[in-house]
């Protein structure tokens, strides 16, 4: 079956323009999580959606970074005006349910790169 | 203070060595408890939960002390396949129980020949 899939798998971009990043969940995951990995650095979460509500994005950097899920499926990560600090790997992954006992299952990324 | 720490390593052992890696949490609060594997350039993959009795899978050995709020990670005859970077994973109690999760920045095994 098929996994978690992400579009862009590379991004490379201008400082300033902004970005949309895409997550395409496994179908039937209701729990969608977007995470982000700098260069050496931990995973750092970001948001996450229960259907097509984010109770939590308490991640997001500041206020250039939005997501949205749409059909409870597909989410899209944009960031405005991209700065460098904001080159990193954008993984998301899914799992059933918003639950610590569900395991999630993680995307292959987008390597975005702000020149 | 990290939420979660690790030591990065890199770790360079051996096939068929025995290495074990920690990992520190610091909400005493948390409930749940994993290991993810990511190996270079590749999205991370759970390897185990961890229970508080302590689980096994073949050559890996998960444990979990509350008290002193501990996880630990044991890798025994070592295989070459083995070589990627283990993250020490806790699920983020503090806004309920969420799945959001807070990885380690993980720790670098290097298995040689």
């Known amino acids: 079956g098929a996994g978690v899939s992400q579009s862009p798998s590379n991004k490379v971009t201008e400082k300033g323009k902004d970005v949309e990043l895409r997550c395409d969940p496994i179908s039937g995951h209701t729990a969608l999580y977007w995470y982000r990995q700098s260069l050496g650095q931990g995973l750092e979460f970001l948001i996450y959606f229960q259907g097509n509500s984010a109770p939590d994005k308490s991640g997001l950097p500041s206020d250039r970074f939005s997501a949205e899920r749409t059909g409870g499926s597909v989410s899209t990560l944009t960031i405005q005006r991209t700065q460098q600090e904001d080159s990193a790997v954008y993984l998301c992954?899914?799992?059933?349910?918003?639950?610590?006992?569900?395991?999630?299952?993680f995307g292959p990324g987008t390597r975005l790169t702000v020149l | 203070r990290k939420e979660v720490e690790q030591d990065p390593g890199p770790f360079n052992v051996p096939e068929g060595a025995t290495v074990a890696f920690n990992c520190t949490y610091s909400?005493?609060?948390?409930?749940?408890f994993f290991w993810y594997r990511q190996d270079c350039r590749k999205e991370p993959k759970l390897l185990m939960s961890v229970y508080s009795s302590g689980n096994e899978d073949g050559r890996f050995t998960a444990q979990l002390n509350r008290a002193s709020q501990y996880i630990s990670l044991l890798i025994r005859d070592s295989k070459l396949s083995d070589s990627a970077t283990y993250l020490c994973?806790?699920?983020?109690?503090?806004?309920?129980?969420?799945?959001?999760?807070?990885f380690g920045q993980g720790t670098t095994l290097q298995v040689k020949p």
């Open positions: 992954a899914s799992s059933l349910m918003a639950s610590g006992l569900n395991e999630q299952f």
């Open positions: 909400n005493s609060a948390s409930q749940s």
């Open positions: 994973v806790v699920n983020d109690r503090g806004s309920g129980n969420t799945g959001k999760l807070i």
